[in-house]
C-alpha cells in the first residue's frame, strides 16, 4: 500500500496559535479547514459556551440580545472569498520588520454562510449618531506594549457595517465554523484584511465617536516612518497581489515546457489581468486567467504556458492588475510593522 501524501501547516508560532496554510500545494478554490491559516492574538477562549447570546448595544434604539437559533434562522448569504492576515508575506520586507515572520501563506480562502449585519442592525434600530460598530471578542491577554488584559476588538465605519456583504457568519465550508476559526459567530469583511474579520464575536456596540482600542489605534496601521507616527494611516482594504504556486523559488527545472501558475486576489474591484515575466521584467506576457475572475471577492486562478529553451537562471514573475487600475509595485511600501505587502511575486530557477 503507498503511503497517502499530503502537506501540512507551517508553524509560526503555538502560543498564539500562528499557523501558515501550505498554499503552494492548494490548488482548490476552498481551503480545507485542515489547511487553513490560524492566526491569533492570544490564547484560545474558552467563554463560548453552549447557550450563545449575541447582545447589541450602544446608539441603537432597542438593543437586542440575539440567540445562536435566532440568527441562522434569518435569511443568510453566501461568499467565497479570501481572507489575507494584512501581516502576510511581512518576513520579505526590507530592512526587515518586526512582528510574525510571515511568508506566502497567510492566506485561505472559504465559503462562508452568515446573516447580513446589516439585517440584524435593521431590527434593532440605529440611532442618527451611530457612526462606528465596535465587534468585542472572547480572546484577551496582555500586550507587551500596555498596563492590563485587552480583548480582541475593533470596530467598522458604520458604511461598511452596513455593507450588505458585511456578515456574521456561522458556517464555513458548510459546517459549523470550526472553533479555532471563530465558532460559533465571526464577522467576515470582504475585502478588507483579516484583522477586521473578528472570530468568537461576544458583543456588538455601536457607538457615537471613533474607537480607540489598541488594535485599532496602534497596531493596522500603516506607519511610513521607523521612528515617528507621522504619516499614519489605518489598514483596511486588501492590496492587489498574487502569486506563483509553482514553480518554486530555486527549482531545478529541464529544458521545455513548464506551466507557471498561481492565483490573484484583491480588495478593490475585481482582478482583470495577470501577466507573468520570465526574464526579470523585462518583458510581461498576459496569463490566462481560470473562471474564478468572474466571482467578485475570490480569488482568480491563472497560468502561463512558458516554453524555456536555453539553459540558465531564469526569475519568473507575476503581477496582478484589478478593476481599479491598481497594479502590483516591484517594491512593496515599506510601513514599520510590516502591513500589506504586495510586491510582484518572483521566483528564481534554474533551468538544467
Ligand atoms: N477574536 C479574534 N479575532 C481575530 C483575531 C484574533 O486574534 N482574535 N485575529 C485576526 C487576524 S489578525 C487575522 S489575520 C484573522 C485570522 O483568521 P483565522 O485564524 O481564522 O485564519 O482573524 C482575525 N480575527
Ligand atoms: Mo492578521
Known amino acids: 500500500m503507498k503511503p497517502t501524501i499530503i502537506p501540512f501547516l507551517t508553524t ?3 502560543n498564539p496559535e500562528n499557523q501558515e496554510t501550505p498554499i ?3 490548488p482548490q478554490t476552498i481551503t480545507l479547514k485542515e489547511y487553513f491559516f490560524i492566526r491569533n492574538h492570544f490564547e484560545y477562549p474558552t467563554q463560548t459556551q453552549e447557550a ?4 447589541i448595544v450602544g446608539e441603537v434604539i432597542r438593543p437586542i440580545i440575539f440567540k445562536l437559533e435566532d440568527i441562522m434562522r434569518m435569511p443568510s448569504k453566501h461568499l467565497m472569498l479570501p481572507l489575507e492576515c494584512s501581516g502576510n508575506n511581512r518576513a520579505f520586507f526590507h530592512p526587515k520588520v518586526y512582528g510574525e515572520q510571515w511568508e506566502d501563506g497567510a492566506i485561505s480562502q472559504g465559503l462562508w454562510k452568515g446573516v447580513p449585519l446589516k439585517d ?3 431590527l434593532i434600530g440605529l440611532k442618527r449618531t451611530a457612526l462606528e460598530v465596535v465587534f468585542e471578542a472572547y480572546d484577551y491577554g496582555k500586550r507587551m506594549d500596555l498596563e492590563g488584559d485587552f480583548h480582541f476588538a475593533r470596530s467598522l465605519p458604520i458604511q461598511k457595517a452596513l455593507h450588505p456583504d458585511t456578515l456574521i457568519a456561522y458556517e464555513l465550508n458548510g459546517k459549523p465554523i470550526p472553533f479555532k ?3 460559533p459567530l465571526r464577522l467576515i469583511v470582504p475585502q478588507w484584511y483579516a484583522m477586521a474579520s473578528i472570530k468568537w464575536v461576544k458583543r456588538i456596540v455601536v457607538i457615537d465617536h471613533l474607537f480607540k482600542g489598541p488594535f485599532q489605534e496602534i497596531d493596522y496601521n ?3 516612518y521607523k521612528d515617528s507616527d507621522k504619516g499614519k494611516t489605518p489598514v483596511a482594504q486588501i492590496n492587489v497581489s498574487s502569486i506563483i504556486q509553482q514553480p518554486q523559488s530555486y527549482s531545478i527545472l529541464d529544458n521545455g515546457k513548464h506551466v507557471v501558475e498561481g492565483i490573484a486576489w484583491t480588495g478593490t474591484g475585481v482582478i482583470i489581468e495577470v501577466e507573468v515575466s520570465t526574464d526579470g521584467g523585462e518583458s510581461w506576457h498576459k496569463a490566462i486567467l481560470g473562471q474564478e475572475q468572474s466571482h467578485l471577492y475570490s480569488w482568480t486562478f491563472w497560468k502561463y504556458d512558458w516554453k524555456v529553451s536555453s539553459k540558465g537562471e531564469y ?5 496582478a ?3 481599479f487600475g491598481n497594479i502590483q509595485p516591484f517594491k512593496a511600501k515599506w510601513n514599520r510593522k510590516g502591513y500589506g505587502y504586495n510586491a510582484v511575486y518572483t521566483v528564481k530557477v534554474k533551468v538544467e
Open 12 to 14: 509560526r508560532k503555538l
Open 24 to 26: 503552494h500545494f492548494l
Open 52 to 55: 450563545y447570546f449575541l447582545p
Open 120 to 122: 440584524l442592525l435593521a
Open 181 to 183: 476559526h471563530g465558532y
Open 222 to 224: 500603516y506607519y511610513p
Open 315 to 319: 526569475l519568473i514573475m507575476s503581477r
Open 321 to 323: 492588475r484589478d478593476s
